[in-house]
């Protein structure tokens, strides 16, 4: 395993429910990082937090929120979402954060989340 | 505009072959490349990294090249096993930009 963890693995919601992707780091890095993978398309990243402060938000709607409580956890808060929403949702987690700088992400397995 | 293209898109080879997976990129100004492997219904795992000075880096059966100058990175798997079947995912990373992913190749080993 990868020392990162999310839940739930499988998530099936409405378009009007209101739910939440947890993801948690047993690394002791300081970067955490929301992406969405989508079927034959480039992981697309979404947030990133740098010591408990986002830094990056790649015109994500705002109908995704992320938490970042401390620097192990890190939440997706999801309400109204769209059939197009429906992806495979991937945590990861890094020493530090840098655009350009090299620090290897750990990512976890995974939510598939399917919007019905 | 920062771009990674790998192909083929899928490859199916029978165990014990070799196979050779392509990644070309436009990102620059570059910094480093790494191959990662995604085993179904998990996240992607790093198998290698590169940087503009290094040519070939081996890891087990897996071996990396780069051509900085055509700006082309391959992955070659030897001996190939069932468990190699997965996607694999080329990452390029430019100074002072973001990662650039590719859409993946989805290799398949059959008995």
């Known amino acids: 395993e990868t020392g990162v963890t999310q839940t739930p693995r499988h998530l099936v919601m409405g378009m009007t429910n209101k739910k939440s992707l947890k993801c948690e780091q047993h690394?002791?890095?300081?970067?955490m990082y929301w992406y969405k993978q989508s079927a034959k398309k480039p992981l697309e990243l979404m947030f990133v937090?740098?010591?408990?402060?986002?830094?990056e938000n790649n015109s994500v709607p705002s109908r995704f929120s992320p938490e970042c409580p401390n620097s192990s956890h890190l939440f997706l808060h999801l309400h109204t979402l769209q059939p197009e929403d429906s992806a495979l949702y991937l945590c990861?987690?890094?020493?530090?954060?840098?655009?350009?700088?090299?620090?290897?992400?750990?990512f976890g397995p995974g939510t598939r989340l399917t919007v019905t | 505009k920062n771009q990674v293209e790998q192909s083929p898109q899928s490859l199916i080879i029978l165990e014990g072959k070799n196979c050779t997976l392509q990644?070309?990129?436009?990102?620059?100004?570059?910094?480093?490349l790494r191959w990662y492997k995604q085993d179904t219904g998990r996240g992607p795992v790093s198998l290698t990294i590169?940087?503009?000075?290094?040519n070939t880096k081996s890891n087990g059966r897996y071996t990396a090249t780069l051509d900085a100058d055509t700006k082309q990175s391959s992955l070659h798997i030897t001996a190939s096993q069932l468990s190699d079947s997965a996607s694999y995912i080329c990452?390029?990373?430019?100074?002072?930009?973001?990662?650039?992913f590719g859409t993946g190749t989805r290799l398949t080993i059959i008995p």
């Open positions: 990861a987690s890094s020493q530090g954060y840098l655009p350009g700088q090299d620090y290897e992400q750990y």
């Open positions: 690394l002791g890095h300081n970067a």
């Open positions: 937090y740098n010591f408990k402060e986002q830094t």
């Open positions: 990644c070309n990129y436009t990102v620059s100004p570059f910094s480093n």
């Open positions: 590169m940087t503009f000075s290094e």
């Open positions: 990452v390029v990373s430019a100074i002072q930009e973001k990662l650039t």
